[in-house]
Structure formats: C-alpha cells, structure tokens
T-cell receptor, first 112, second 113 residues
Framework: GEDVEQSLFLSVREGDSSVINCTYT??????LYWYKQEPGAGLQLLTY?????DMKQDQRLTVLLNKKDKHLSLRIADTQTGDSAIYFC????????????FGTGTRLQVFP | GAVVSQHPSWVICKSGTSVKIECRSL??????MFWYRQFPKQSLMLMAT?????????EQGVEKDKFLINHASLTLSTLTVTSAHPEDSSFYIC?????????FGSGTRLTVV
C-alpha cells in the first residue's frame, strides 16, 4: 500500500539549515512534492522533483531524492522565522495517477 | 502561476443546516479537483475527486450523500455538507490539478454548533 512518513517536529535556530525528511513505500512514484502550510491556511507548493532526478535546487531550497531507499529530503538554507510552518511531502504514483498521497507533516519551528 | 480561490474562509452553522463551499480555478481550467479534510495537527485526508461533467469519486468511508460534490464547469467545484453536525467541524481544502502539479485553495474552517 501507500505510506508516506515524516518526522513530526523539527526545531532550528535562525540562520541554520533545516533538513526535513520523508520516506515513502510506493516505488512507482512519478513526482514528489513539498508543500508548506501556515496556520489556518491552505498549502503552498514549494518545489517538486521528478522521480528520475536525484537533486533539485531552487534558491534556498534543495531537494534530494534517493529512489533506492525511497527517501526524500528538503533542505532549507539560512532558515528564517518566516519559515516556521508545517511541511508536507506528497507523492504522485503510477498506481494513483490523479491523487496525491500526503505525508504526516513536519512542524518546523525556527527560534531566534 | 495557477490560483485556486476557495470560499468562504470560515463558516459557523447550526446543526442540521447545510453549508456550501466553493472552489474556483481563476486562471486555468481544471477538469479535476480534489476535496480534502484536515483535522487539527494532522495531515490531509482525501475525501473525493471531482471531475467536470461527471460524478465525483469518493474515497472509502466518505459518505457521498453527506458530502455532495458538484463540478458543473471547468472552473468551479462545490462541496455541500448536508445536515451538518458538530463532528463535521473541520478544515476543508480543495485543490486543482494544473499540468504537472496541484494548486490548493486557502481552506475553509467549518464550525458546526
């Protein structure tokens, strides 16, 4: 079946890097996404990676994909207090061509 | 980029009444939209997939007579919570597929009293 797991909580100091991890079980992933959710708001797409890529960088964000281990990570460089939010990874698979399977979400707290 | 507008942002209703939530794609056509429910401090639970011009596909355990979905045009899908009860209080979020990705609405906080 499909299962996407994330650690629940991450706390970092402002200016440090944050690394949020995600593991999934369905090897037929086509796209993997990272979304950010601020309190009381919808989800904002941060970045995505196609399953045949290993890495993608977009400004402060770096996505690493280890397809063999079914492990996805999001690194946020120079983390700011405005980065405090819940981060969800999500996968789109061949098994469910329309649906996104969401991870459990990681709450990132940035302290000064 | 693609924008999905969801209204209302929050609504309080009495038990037994019905509430309609709208989800509009503003600058693109969305043949497929999705409705999610999110409980506090939890992930998103897909309720149903809404397809323009046809019946919605509901996930297992979601009552289709309770959560009515209509997708009558390429830019609008609506979710109606019928005969709402306090246990229906939740955060409801819609999304639309735009090419390779998915754009989300800002969510609707429903409180049933």
């Amino acid at each position: 079946g499909e299962d996407v797991e994330q650690s629940l909580f991450l706390s970092v100091r402002e200016g440090d890097s944050s690394v949020i991890n995600c593991t999934y079980t369905d090897s037929s992933s086509t796209y993997l996404y990272w979304y950010k959710q601020e309190p009381g708001a919808g989800l904002q797409l941060l970045t995505y990676i196609f399953s045949n890529m290993d890495m993608k960088q977009d400004q402060r964000l770096t996505v690493l994909l280890n397809k063999k281990d079914k492990h996805l990570s999001l690194r946020i460089a120079d983390t700011q207090t405005g980065d405090s939010a819940i981060y969800f990874c999500a996968e789109k698979t061949l098994r469910n061509t329309d649906k996104l399977i969401f991870g459990t979400g990681t709450r990132l707290q940035v302290f000064p | 980029g693609a924008v999905v507008s969801q209204h209302p942002s929050w609504v309080i209703c009495k038990s037994g009444t019905s509430v309609k939530i709208e989800c509009r794609s503003l600058d693109f056509q969305a043949t497929t939209m999705f409705w999610y429910r999110q409980f506090p401090k939890q992930s998103l639970m897909l309720m149903a997939t809404s397809n323009e011009g046809s019946k919605a596909t509901y996930e297992q355990g979601v009552e289709k007579d309770k959560f009515l979905i209509n997708h009558a045009s390429l830019t609008l899908s609506t979710l109606t919570v019928t005969s709402a009860h306090p246990e229906d209080s939740s955060f409801y979020i819609c999304s639309a597929r735009d090419g390779y990705g998915y754009t989300f609405g800002s969510g609707t906080r429903l409180t049933v009293v």
